[in-house]
């Protein structure tokens, strides 16, 4: 059956629960000691209150039995009183001087004391045992010196004793009595098997008295008795004086019963269909310890149709021969079924308490644990990432409580210290990114530093190297024009076939002497600088377009004009000229193509005046930018000579001023030439200009 509800536990999962659970683990620590005391008692008490109410029953039927014991031996002892008054009366006497034969008043005055006294026979004996009377009539002659009782009262004593009578001795006193004392047996189980058919012996109470005369002489003995078989007012006496009326509880019933052997001759026990149960017999096991041992019983047994508490006593006759038992009883089911009841009602109160015991525990066990539980549940809203989870106040003031308190102040020390290690890690962290920034800041510092020095010390070299080149070169060369102009005049006219050579010669000559020139300006401006004045840059820069502008001839470039400045600046008019042409010059190299070149002034309010030299030219890419200033960079191979805007530089910087560029790639370019007022030697703001 692989189907289990989805609801109902597996045992492992139940297991794995009660081991996962301290309150489970210490309500069982608790209620284990306790269920076990409980089974134990409940046991303890069953089989011992079992015990004790069995010998509780025994020993109410044994003194049951002993209340027919004393009846039974009143009843003889009523025979024997009976027996003895008559023998003494007056009436015996005078019947007795009249002759106690049947002529006399015997007959009649023993008929009468029979019926008096309730006895079944009364019969007047001789001295030696003999009956010279009786009553009922009938038995005269035969001789009764056989019984105890009689030969006690031959020696002049009154005597009782319970006899079993065989039917002849019935008989012999009347016909009557023997066939009143047979009982037909019936079968039993259980009994002891026998073929006998009918009980035909009688179970007799008789007493017998001397009779005196006037000197104290016996003169006769008075035997008289009653028949005990069949006589059923005797039976129901016993019952009725042992089992009073509210004496058992209700239901149960109370039985008494005389058995001649083991036979049932007088019972209010009945059978199944209400018919007294005469002639039934006793179980073998009773008679075998009743009858044979002599023992009393006092247990329960099987008596007819049900069970019966039964006390049973061995009756003894005159020889002290067991001749039959006594026996009183009551129906036990009832009792046990009240004990039983009374049991159950225990059993079912103990479970009720033990069950309402361990729910008591486990409440209480769970108002103990709920700091506890509450701290599990905290530690797994901390675990689900829920920093602020707190068990919170708690009602409970023992260690659990406490332990609850403790472990929140925990929580809430832990979260703080988080909080403060979090807040550290946060300033390191900043402090960090401000010191690499810093770094960077060093760094940049640093290369630009170097590079400056780089510079500077390239251009000392080279300072030293083109300023001795240069000198070198300028006499050299002053020689080759001096010559050539001399060559010129000589040759006059007849020079003209090698005029455009001549010219040629000249040029380049110029050129050299142009380079040099520009070399030793670089490396010692100084010496070159020029008168200062106040100049309007917008005026110079118009100049300057006229020197380039046969340089526009082969593009079509258009250049426009817009001097908006309004401030003059103090600066060399030669220099300036000469950084002006160099942007303006580098601006159409730019354009092969053609475009627009714009050139503007404006006011550098505060300071001075701003010059913008802006091409749509190819631009600059932007790994030349760092570059563009130094000496010696171009990218116009033999063309160029790199010193243009180095130059240009050193030149704007003696004035205090400075030359930026901005430029994309394929977009043009714009330099700015910033110029003081005043040419001093300050450096300016660029306010964010790339430069
Ligand atoms: P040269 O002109 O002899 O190369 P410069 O110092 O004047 O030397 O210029 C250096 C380099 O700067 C040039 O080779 C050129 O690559 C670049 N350059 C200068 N001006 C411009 C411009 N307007 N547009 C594009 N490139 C420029």
Known sequence: MPAVGPARLKPSALLRRYRASLRAKLVSIVVAPLLVALVALLLLMTLWGDRVFQALLAYKVNSDLLVAHEYFEHMVGGVKDRVLQEARSHALAEALEGGPGHGGAMPAVLAGARRAHGLDFLQ?????????????????????AGWRVVSSAAAGRADAATDAWSAAQLAEVSGDLARRAQVALRATPNAAPTDRTLETRGMVVHAAAPVVDGAGKLVAILHGGTLLNN?????????ALVYQPESLPRGSQGTATLFLDDTRIATNVRLFHGERALGTRVSREVRDQVLLRGEKWLDLAFVVNDRYM??????????????????????????SQAKDLALGVLVGLFVLLAVAGALFSLLWARRIFTPMTRMVGTMRALKAGNDNARVGPVRSEDELGQLAGQFDQLLSDLQQRNAELRDWADSLDRKV??????????????????????TSEKLALAGQLTAGVAHEINNPIAVIQGNLDVARDILGPAAEPVRHELRLIDEQVRRIYLL????????????????????DVGEVAAGCVDLVRHMLKDAAIRIELACLATRRVRISRSELQQV??????????????????????RDWEGHGVTLHVRDTGRGIREEDLPNLFNPFFTTKKQMGTGLGLSISYALVERYGGRITVESKMGQGAEFIVWLREDGSGAKPETDGVES
């Open 580 to 601: 002006i042409v160099n942007l303006l010059t580098n601006a159409i190299h730019a354009m092969p193509e053609g475009g627009n070149l714009t050139l503007a002034t």
């Open 231 to 239: 006589n059923l007012a005797f039976i129901d006496t016993i019952n």
């Open 516 to 535: 040099t020139n520009r070399l030793l300006q670089f490396v010692r401006p100084e010496a070159y600088a020029g008168n200062t004045e106040r100049l």
């Open 310 to 335: 039964s006390a049973y006593e061995p009756i003894v006759d005159s020889r002290g021969q067991r001749i039959g038992m006594l026996y009183v009883g009551y129906l036990a089911r009832p009792i």
């Open 124 to 144: 007047l004996l001789d001295p030696q045992g003999r009956v010279l009377a009786a009553a009922p009539a009938g038995a005269s002659g035969t001789s009764q």
């Open 433 to 454: 990114a401000e010191r690499t920034r810093e770094l960077e800041d060093a760094n940049t510092v640093l290369r630009a530093t170097r590079q400056q020095l780089i």
